[in-house]
């Protein structure tokens, strides 16, 4: 069974602070590994995809990466805002049936405050 | 990034009505979409996975004759909650993704059942 971890389950920092989010998956099939914000009842928001070729990639104050022989990635926020204060969950694919589908962690809940 | 629209984001039907709600991706064609529960301060519980053109395939324990999915264009999918009961209230989003790209989510639709 494909499991994805995300270490802490909540994080809470002060505004302006470098803060490191982190991935763990059991499985090798995962190939991709995407994150994910979720604000409170709504949807989710792509932040980075990493795909199986790639190391890591980078948006803005956000840097992703991915190793996949540790079964590991990190989300790297960089000069944290109050605007960043979110769930943040990050999924891997996986082949199944014949579909291509995401195993997604339980998040991490992150607050910046003021 | 992509757009993916869902509507309704809220409704409320009385208990043994059906209610459908629309996933929608606005500008590009998704081969694949998905369909997610979430209860409150947990993660996304995939319910089934819908190719255009093809039968949904519905996780374990998801009542297909009560969740009704169609994917009838590579840019839209419908679920529909039929004969609607109280524990059916949820919050659900849709996810739609060509294979090996990024996914990307509806706004999500709250569905309260009186």
């Known amino acids: 069974k494909q499991e994805v971890t995300q270490i802490p389950a909540a994080l809470s920092v002060p505004e302006g602070e470098n803060l490191v989010l982190n991935c763990s998956f059991t499985?090798?099939?995962?190939?991709?590994l995407q994150w994910f914000r979720q604000d409170p009842g709504k949807g989710l928001t792509s932040l980075l995809l990493i795909q199986s070729s790639q190391r890591e990639q980078t948006s803005g104050r956000l840097n992703a990466s991915l190793d996949k022989s540790s079964g590991r990635s990190t989300l790297y926020i960089a000069a944290s805002q109050p605007g960043d204060s979110a769930t943040y969950l990050c999924?891997?694919?996986?082949?199944?049936?014949?579909?291509?589908?995401?195993?997604f962690g339980k998040g991490t809940k992150l607050t910046v405050n003021p | 990034g992509a757009v993916v629209s869902q509507h309704p984001s809220r409704v409320i039907c009385k208990s043994g009505t059906s209610v459908k709600i629309e996933c929608r991706s606005l500008?590009?064609?998704?081969?694949?979409m998905f369909w997610y529960r979430q209860f409150p301060k947990q993660s996304l519980m995939l319910m089934a996975t819908s190719n255009e053109g093809s039968k949904a395939t519905y996780e374990q324990g998801v009542e297909k004759d009560k969740f009704l999915i169609n994917h009838a264009s590579l840019t839209l999918s419908t679920l529909t909650v039929t004969s609607a009961h109280p524990e059916d209230s949820s919050f659900y989003i849709c996810?739609?993704?060509?294979?090996?790209?990024?996914?990307?989510f509806g706004q999500g639709t709250r569905l309260t059942v009186v």
């Open positions: 996810s739609a993704k060509s294979w090996g790209t990024e996914a990307f």
């Open positions: 499985d090798s099939a995962i190939y991709n």
């Open positions: 999924a891997g694919s996986i082949t199944q049936g014949g579909s291509e589908k995401l195993v």
């Open positions: 500008d590009f064609q998704a081969t694949t």
